[in-house]
């Protein structure tokens, strides 16, 4: 039984480009939340998919979009990124139906530079 | 907007030694949950807790929720160089979202 899967492990981009980060969530899942952890930080809310559409969102800007897909896998993408996007960013699943606790990722490490 | 604040940061105890670690919420929760976060690794999830008052044990760790639902605590007996880790609390609304605090990040000295 696969877990949450995320791709890439490690990204360097470029201060103004755009980045696309991927999700699988664990089988049986419905529900796809995205999470940014800066160092020494808890994980903060970005937003989260149900059924395909954003149903929740955090206190972040437009540049952070995201899309989730008809067999719940999902994308998160941020445009123009800026120095201080650089965290790991966490994918987490849960199961609507079911009200289940979060199961994580291992996480995208983003670098701006 | 809600926030979920835990206290200490950090701690540093002698193996052996007891180890607790607090959440509070400024807003009335529908549940908590705690995840446990090894260096360099993600979060995995521990327990939840739903019902206020609620106490529930997992061999050394004892994990209590609030009367009033807002507040919440993790303790761990007699800890081990396997408990090193950053412990989460993270709170849910109706809203459906989870609210992470920023962690106490324990360290066990042998």
């Known amino acids: 039984d696969a877990g949450v899967t995320q791709s890439p492990t490690h990204l360097i981009k470029t201060r103004g480009q755009q980045v696309t980060l991927r999700c699988s969530p664990k089988?049986?899942?419905?529900?796809v939340s995205w999470y940014q952890q800066a160092l020494g930080q808890g994980p903060q809310f970005i937003f989260q998919y149900y059924e395909e559409e954003e149903r929740q969102r955090g206190n972040f800007p437009d540049r952070f979009s995201g899309h989730q897909f008809p067999n719940y896998s999902s994308e998160l993408n941020v445009n123009a990124l800026l120095l201080g996007d650089s965290a790991l960013y966490l994918c987490?699943?849960?199961?609507?139906?079911?009200?289940?606790?979060?199961?994580f990722g291992n996480g995208t490490r983003l670098t701006v530079t | 907007g809600q926030q979920v604040m835990q206290i200490p940061q950090y701690q540093h105890v002698q193996e052996g030694e007891d180890f607790t670690t607090y959440c509070n919420s400024s807003?009335?929760?529908?549940?908590i949950q705690w995840y446990k976060q090894r260096p360099g690794g993600h979060p995995v999830f521990l327990i939840q807790l739903v019902k206020s008052g609620e106490v529930k044990k997992q061999k050394r760790l004892t994990f209590q929720f609030g009367e009033a639902k807002k507040n919440s605590s993790l303790h761990i007996t007699a800890t081990q160089t396997t408990d090193v880790g950053t412990y989460f609390c993270?709170?849910?609304?109706?809203?459906?979202?989870?609210?992470f605090g920023d962690g106490t990040t324990l360290t066990v000295k042998p």
């Open positions: 987490a699943s849960s199961s609507r139906q079911f009200n289940s606790p979060l199961h």
């Open positions: 807003t009335t929760l529908s549940n």
């Open positions: 089988s049986g899942h419905d529900t």
């Open positions: 993270a709170g849910d609304t109706n809203a459906g979202k989870s609210t």
